[in-house]
């Protein structure tokens, strides 16, 4: 079993930076995948960004954040951090973390392509 726990979010002006960061705990992988995804009120959980760790280094950054938002990885104690910059209103919803064993340049961005979540954190952006 894995246990993801997410850092505090908050919540910020437009234009602010907030780092959030996931800590796995528990069963390890030699290669495995963990995403951040988020959902508004009243909206489906979407994918943010993702990366694969183990076997070489991959991270994909959905196109709606892409230019803002990074994914990035501290080898210590596999924490993956999600940099948010330039926030704005819409990014508001609850960040969840995700982990899944193996690496696949194919399946990263859906919610079934995850085993493991975290409990969600909630970011709020004012205007």
């Known amino acids: 079993q894995v246990e993801l726990v997410e850092s505090r979010g908050g919540l910020v002006q437009a234009g602010d930076s907030l780092r959030l960061s996931c800590t796995p705990s528990g069963r390890t992988f030699s290669s495995y995948t963990m995403g951040w995804f988020r959902q508004a009120p009243l909206m489906q959980r979407e994918f943010v960004a993702a990366?694969?760790?183990?076997?070489?280094?991959?991270?994909y950054i959905a196109d709606s954040v892409k230019g803002r938002f990074a994914i990035s990885r501290v080898n210590a104690n596999n924490t993956v951090y999600l940099l948010m910059n330039s926030l704005k209103p819409e990014d508001s919803a609850i960040y969840y973390c995700a982990a899944t064993p193996g690496c696949n340049g194919s399946s990263y961005s859906q919610i079934r392509d995850y085993d493991y979540w975290g409990r969600g954190t909630q970011v709020t952006v004012s205007s």
């Open positions: 990366g694969c760790w183990g076997d070489g280094s991959r991270t």
